[in-house]
């Protein structure tokens, strides 16, 4: 199954100063996208700050916390890029965050199962850090692609 995701959610080149500033500008995108409201972002704050959210080599998955669920418009998955790295504690260095707001439990489940399916495979994990067009990080999400 494909990661839902549009080329205008993927955010190439960034540089965000810190952790905070990565969620920041993740939640502020679906903000104003119309996918989730202010206290969404609130709760991928909060979330970042109690457990952190620092999933596997290079690779975060900021979201809200479960008392955010209802502030979710419709689901979405923003990708930040970020190159140089970001140091997300503990001595972990990110270099994508895929930020995720997804209603109901099972679409949460589909979502997560769709994006660690790609996220196995390092080669792709590699791609999607150098990837310098965000249709190309589209397409390494993309079913066919994940399949290869």
Same mark, same amino acid.
């Given at each position: +199954? !494909?990661v !839902?995701?549009d080329?205008s959610?993927?955010?190439l080149?960034?540089? !965000?100063?810190?952790?905070?500033e990565?969620?920041r500008?993740?939640?502020?995108? +679906?903000i ?6 202010p206290?969404?972002?609130?709760g +991928? ?10 999933l596997?080599?290079g690779?975060? %998955?900021p979201h809200g ?5 209802a ?6 998955v923003?990708v %930040?890029q +970020?190159?140089t790295?970001?140091d997300w /504690?503990?001595g972990?260095?990110v270099?994508?965050?895929f /930020?995720?707001?997804?209603q ?7 979502? %997560?199962s769709?994006?660690?399916a790609?996220?196995l495979?390092r080669?792709?994990?590699?791609r ?5 067009? !965000? ?14």
């Amino acid at each position: +199954m !494909p990661v !839902p995701i549009d080329a205008s959610h993927v955010l190439l080149g960034r540089a !965000p100063a810190s952790r905070e500033e990565a969620v920041r500008t993740i939640g502020e995108c +679906m903000i104003a996208w119309g996918e989730v409201t202010p206290r969404y972002l609130e709760g +991928m704050l909060e979330k970042e700050a109690r457990h952190g959210t620092w999933l596997t080599e290079g690779v975060a %998955l900021p979201h809200g916390t479960s008392e955010v669920k209802a502030e979710i418009r419709r689901s979405s998955v923003v990708v %930040l890029q +970020m190159p140089t790295g970001v140091d997300w /504690g503990n001595g972990r260095t990110v270099y994508l965050a895929f /930020g995720v707001a997804s209603q109901g439990d099972n679409e949460h489940l589909r979502l %997560l199962s769709c994006l660690a399916a790609v996220l196995l495979r390092r080669e792709l994990v590699e791609r999607m850090i150098h990837a310098t067009d !965000p249709h190309e990080v589209v397409a390494i999400l993309s079913e066919e692609e994940a399949r290869a």
